[in-house]
Structures are given as structure tokens and as C-alpha cells.
């Protein structure tokens, strides 16, 4: 597939070498755009992995983060780069999850993380750095092909493929983007994600953790008559060893032990993933209603760690999420209601089952977001409900564990004046197939019990908060959740321990954001 990429790049050159250049240079204009957040929080059972410890995990902290994009641009190319930081107030030997660095006294904060090493231990991240130009269309490299279409091309924000943040294709990634535009009413993008890099020996001499991972994605957006929209979409995803060296390996968390990251050079351990999805996203607006609703079918193989590359499983799974709203005025009400199916207690895809769970390609730590601000990245977005278990964590996984995820919510805002806006919300989620409460939590998701399902309700949570932006481009935000916790959260902590019991949970937070 790679060779591919770069045949195309080079067409575009050589097409482009032989184009008439343009008569007049536009000026060059350079803009910087961003925010900067500082949030506090207070939590209690939340911030951990262990939800059965009695109320012990509870913390208070502040933290803020900065993001500046830097836009070059010359007519219609541009060349962006985003710096992103991500600091905890108080020093510290660890700092807190989703941040890189501390603030101490003196705050001159050095490019090295309390506690973290490699690829985590930079203070000064780069989030994007792109260059996005037009390759077909007026004023574009093969002027003559009469298609408006932009390319994209290195690490730049995923989109034109979902909706939903995160129930396919969110976030970001590295790769090459076009989008194109056929007519008013009919648009298409193309994009091909490099996830894992496979050097030679050469450059990399332990191939067992340098893995040729990607994906490419297709989606066509096309507006039948005003309102309503239709965006079916195409992605096919391959992982060699899963993708041990992505950020949280997402897009292939690990689930009921079962860890597909595994890349083992001196026994050959073969855990290669194939995925297809297909489906998409409908939208359709008349007057004061809105729905949304998305149906994605997943299919493929999934290697079990065996030595033969044919000793596999097969992927059969699906993802049903819609939303529906109505705004009348100042008043705003939503509903959402999604279910992913999942496996019995007693299956499993190391024994050979197939696997009935659904993975998103790249959930960004966001999936869901909005609709709780426990169980996934919200107002305080740099965390969720256990992240340390990616696999069972909302934020990064629609199916809770292997046993899928049923959540259904409520919520409705009210702008009191056009600067304050009041809010509330309230969740209720259940699994597909009972949970086998008797397994231990760890990071690799429910391990071990007795095989058999005890529970399938997850909880019932409430949010309410209130937004006001009392400048231009100033806004103050306060949240306060509480989750309590369903008898499907009960879990072992221990092998062939006793099971203890989920305790409630609940956190609120003041953020205020600076915009420009």
C-alpha cells in the first residue's frame, strides 16, 4: 500500500512539473491560533484503576494546557504546525495522566517528564505538522482535471469520515488526505493513515518491534435535498503484532487477557489483525428536530498468538449509535442511544470463539465525549473512568471489555442569557452479555473468574454544570458528576478472590479556556 502512496505522490510531481505556473505570487501570510486551559478538579474513586477500594482514590489538582497552530500560507497551499503542553501545578516524581511535565517553584519546566522515558518524556509536544495544497482543480497541480480536490499530507487531524467522534476514525494521525469535490451537493475523502512503520533491518535491527501497520478510509458525503445528508464509508485496517507502538494501542486494546500487541521475534508469535468496516452516517435536520444515526458492520481475522499465520479467529461485529434533538429558542433537548454487541463469559478469542466485540480504528480518547463526564474525556478531558484499562474505559472502547455496551442518555441545556448556558444530563449503560465478575481488572481488561455471567448493568450517572462566557473568546465552565455504579462494575482483585464491590463515583470541575 505504501508503494502505492508514493507512485501517486510522484504522479502528482511530474504532472505538476509540466503545468503553466502561475503568472502573479500571491503574498505569503503567517497565523497562530489556540487556547489555553486551566482546569481544576476534585475526584473520588475515578482517577484509578481500581473501583473497589472503598472510596480510598480520591484527588484534587489543577493543570493547564496550551495548543498554538501556526498556519504559512500562500494562496491556497498551507503549511501547518501545532504545539501542544500539558502541565500539572506542584512538583512531583509522577505527574498526572494526560499531562507531560510539572510546574514547580521557579516553573522553569526542562524538556524531561517526572518519571517517563522514551516517547513520553518531552514537554513540548507536536500535535500536527502538515502541508495541505491543491492537487486537481483552478490554481492546483493538474489544473486540467476539473475535480476540486486538497491533499493533506503528514500528521494532521483525522476527519470526513465520522459523525460520532471517535466511533471510527478520530483524532489524529500521520498519513495522506484528499478530499474532493464533485459537485455542490457531492464530496469525497480518501485517506491513507501509516499507524506502524516497518524500517529494514538496516535502520532497525529488532523487527520485532518495528511493525508495517495502516489503514485507508473512504467515505462520499452526499446531500440528497436540503437536510438531509448521507455518508457511507469504506475502511480497511491492518496491524502486525497489533500496534504495540501506538499511544495506548488504540484501535486494538487489549480485552479478557487477551493482548494482541505482542510482538515476539524469538518465537514468532503471530497476532496480525485484518478489519473491514462498512456502513456510515445519515443526518437529517427538519426545523427544530435533528437525527443522526450511524451503523457500522465489522468483519476480518484476528491472529491468536500462534506461531501459523492461519491460526486465527474471525471478526464479526457491529456498532449502532443515533442521536435526536429539538431546539425550540433557548432550550435545547438530546438523546443518544448506542449498542455494540459482545462475547458470553464463557467465550474467548484465544479458545478459538469469534470475536463479537467492535474496535474503532482511532476512538481518540473521546468517544462519547459530551454525553458523560465520568466514563469518558469531558470538560476535564485529559482523563476518564478506567483509562487504565483501555479496553473496558468508554473514552476508547464501545464495548466494555469483550462484553459489549449498551448506553442510552438524556440531556438538554438552557441558555439563560446568550452568555450563560445551563446544563444537565443523565446516562444509564448496561453490557450486551453479562459480566463475569469473579475476573480480576487489570490492564489488559477482565482476566481470569469462573466463566460464568453475573451482571450486565453498568451504572447510572448525572452531570450538571453551566457554561459562561463572560468575554469574547472567554469561557468558564463547571461540571459536577456522579456515577452510581452498577453491579457489572464488581470485579475480583485478586485470582480466585472474593468479589468486591463497585463503589459510586463522583468529580467536579472548574475549567476556564482563552481562546484566540
Avoid at 491513507?192 to 501497520?213: H, K, M, S
Avoid at 474503532?360 to 462519547?368: D, K
Avoid at 444530563?425 to 460464568?452: C, I
Wanted: hydrophobic share 40%; aromatic share 12%.
Amino acid at each position: 500500500m505504501r508503494r502505492f502512496i508514493v507512485v501517486a505522490v510522484v504522479m502528482i510531481a511530474l504532472f505538476g512539473a509540466i503545468a503553466p505556473a502561475s503568472a502573479q505570487v500571491p503574498a505569503p501570510k503567517v497565523t497562530i491560533t489556540g487556547f489555553i486551559d486551566f482546569a481544576t478538579s476534585y475526584s473520588k474513586n475515578w482517577a484509578g484503576l481500581d473501583v473497589t477500594d472503598g472510596g480510598k482514590d480520591h484527588m484534587w489538582y489543577s493543570r493547564e494546557r496550551g495548543v498554538f497552530t501556526i498556519i504559512g500560507e500562500i494562496g491556497r497551499s498551507k503549511a501547518v504546525w501545532a504545539i501542544e503542553l500539558d502541565g500539572v501545578n506542584g512538583a512531583g516524581q509522577f505527574t498526572a495522566p494526560g499531562n507531560t511535565n510539572n510546574f514547580d517553584l521557579d516553573t522553569d519546566v526542562n524538556n524531561n517528564a517526572p518519571g517517563a522515558t522514551g516517547s513520553n518524556s518531552g514537554f513540548v509536544e507536536t500535535k500536527w505538522l502538515y502541508i495541505e495544497t491543491p492537487v486537481m482543480g483552478p490554481g492546483s497541480i493538474m489544473p486540467f482535471i476539473p475535480v476540486s480536490t486538497i491533499m493533506r499530507a503528514g500528521a494532521q487531524p483525522g476527519r470526513g469520515h465520522e459523525y460520532k467522534n471517535g466511533i471510527l476514525f478520530g483524532g489524529d494521525f500521520s498519513g495522506v488526505t484528499f478530499e474532493s469535490t464533485w459537485a455542490p451537493n457531492l464530496k469525497s475523502t480518501v485517506t491513507y493513515a501509516q499507524i506502524g512503520e516497518g524500517l529494514t533491518a538496516a535502520v532497525a535491527p529488532n523487527r520485532a518491534t518495528n511493525n508495517e501497520d495502516w489503514a485507508v478510509l473512504a467515505s462520499v458525503e452526499f446531500e440528497a435535498f436540503k437536510g438531509l445528508t448521507i455518508k457511507p464509508t469504506y475502511a480497511y485496517a491492518e496491524y502486525t503484532c497489533g500496534n504495540g507502538q501506538g499511544n495506548g494501542n488504540l484501535g486494538t486494546e487489549a480485552k479478557n487477557g487477551f493482548n494482541p500487541n505482542v510482538c515476539d521475534g524469538l518465537n514468532n508469535l503471530k497476532f496480525d489483525t485484518v478489519r473491514h468496516t462498512l456502513g456510515g452516517d445519515v443526518r437529517w435536520t427538519a426545523g427544530p428536530f435533528t437525527v443522526q444515526p450511524t451503523f457500522l458492520y465489522q468483519f476480518g481475522h484476528q491472529g491468536i498468538g500462534n506461531a501459523d499465520p492461519e491460526d486465527n479467529v474471525e471478526i464479526r461485529t457491529w456498532i449502532f449509535d443515533t442521536t435526536a434533538g429539538f431546539r425550540v429558542g433557548p432550550f435545547n433537548v438530546e438523546g443518544r442511544f448506542m449498542w455494540t454487541p459482545g462475547m458470553k463469559a464463557d467465550k474467548e478469542a484465544l479458545a478459538g470463539d469469534t470475536i463479537r466485540y467492535y474496535q474503532s480504528i482511532n476512538p481518540a480518547f473521546g468517544y462519547m465525549g459530551g454525553w458523560t463526564e465520568i466514563q469518558t474525556s469531558g470538560v476535564e478531558y485529559n482523563n476518564a473512568l478506567l483509562s487504565g484499562a483501555p479496553g473496558v474505559g468508554l473514552r476508547q472502547s464501545p464495548s466494555y471489555d469483550k462484553y459489549g455496551r449498551i448506553f442510552a442518555a438524556l440531556a438538554a441545556d438552557y441558555a439563560l442569557t446568550p452568555a450563560l448556558t445551563i446544563k444537565g444530563l443523565v446516562n444509564m449503560s448496561w453490557t450486551d452479555k453479562a459480566v463475569d465478575t469473579d475476573a480480576v481488572l487489570t490492564a489488559n481488561g477482565l482476566v481470569g473468574g469462573d466463566g460464568n455471567g453475573d451482571s450486565r448493568f453498568l451504572g447510572t450517572e448525572f452531570n450538571l454544570g453551566l457554561t459562561y462566557r463572560f468575554a469574547p473568546n472567554v469561557a468558564f465552565d463547571l461540571i459536577g458528576a456522579y456515577m452510581i455504579a452498577g453491579e457489572a462494575m464488581d470485579h475480583a482483585n485478586t485470582a480466585g478472590g472474593s468479589v468486591k464491590d463497585a463503589d459510586n463515583i463522583y468529580k467536579a470541575v472548574a475549567r476556564v479556556r482563552v481562546s484566540f
